[in-house]
Structure formats: C-alpha cells, structure tokens
C-alpha cells in the first residue's frame, strides 16, 4: 500500500470520558502508534445527547461520550492534530463529529489540507446491520455523499 513508510497503527480506545480516552491516546502515541481511532459511546453514535433520557445507561459504557467541540477538544489535547491521523468509527453522525474535529482543528490552527484521517461513514451499514440510523434512508444517503465531496473538496487528507 505505503512505498515510502510503513502503515499506520492504531489501536480502537474509547475510555467512558474524553479526558480518560485522551490520557490513553497519549499513551499508545509514546509506544509508538502512528494514528487514533476512536471508539463512540452508543449515544454519541446514535446522536443523542448524553443527558437525553433514552441514553441513561449507556454514556460512556462502550466507548467514549462526545457531545461537542469542547469533548473533541479534550479528546485530542496535546496531541498534534496535523500530524497524527484520527480514525472515528462512527456512521449515523459521522457528520457532526466530523465537524467538531474541524472546528477543533481550525481553532489550533491546523490547515484542513494537513488534517488527516477518517470516518467510517458507512450508513447503509446502520440500516441493514445495526438500525441506529437517524434518518430517512433517502437524506442519509445524501448526507454520506456530502461528507464525501466535502472531504474531497477541503480534506485532502481525510478519507470519507
């Protein structure tokens, strides 16, 4: 794949709190990881704040809560943006968190053209396998193709 440097490592880490998550991604990076990828509580996955009834139980059980930008922000604290790669392995609202990581970025300064990394971003894969999509199948696809063209456009680093 790579002829001029090895793969990207990663291990998926998500820790109930972004600070936990991120006390773990500093760790893997001094061993000698090469990028993150995260791991989304059930709420952050399914777009439900983590106060809303319906996620009672579940923030922070099976991966890491994030709700907004100041989450993201905590998330990837002291960790160079524009040179470590973020993996999110999130599809329902890939968007969202994808522009929070953005907002994030622009903040610290990182150009969108060094940000690297991606999101799963697969929705068909919520209808069919999971049922934790959020909306019409129709929109969703739409919003997918958006991410898509959106990266391509200002994310040539970032794979949709």
């Not at 903040?107 to 209808?127: A, H, M, S, W």
């Amino acid at each position: 794949m790579y002829r001029d440097r090895p793969w990207t490592m990663r291990q998926y880490a998500g820790y109930t709190s972004a600070r936990e998550t991120n006390a773990r991604f500093r760790y893997l990076l001094k061993q000698g990881q090469t990028g993150l990828s995260t791991a989304f509580d059930l709420p952050t996955q399914i777009g439900y704040d983590p106060d809303h009834a319906l996620a009672k139980g579940e923030v922070g059980r099976v991966g890491v809560s994030i709700f907004r930008a100041e989450d993201v922000d905590r998330l990837f604290r002291d960790i160079p943006l524009g040179k470590v790669t973020v993996s999110m392995t999130i599809n329902a609202t890939a968007a969202v968190l994808l522009a929070q990581l953005l907002t994030v970025a622009r903040r610290r300064r990182v150009p969108d053209r060094v940000l690297g990394g991606t999101v799963q971003n697969d929705i068909l894969k919520e209808f069919i396998a999971r049922g934790t999509q959020r909306f019409p199948l129709a929109p969703s696809i739409r919003l997918t193709m958006d991410v898509i063209a959106f990266c391509q456009r200002h994310l040539p680093r970032f794979n949709p």
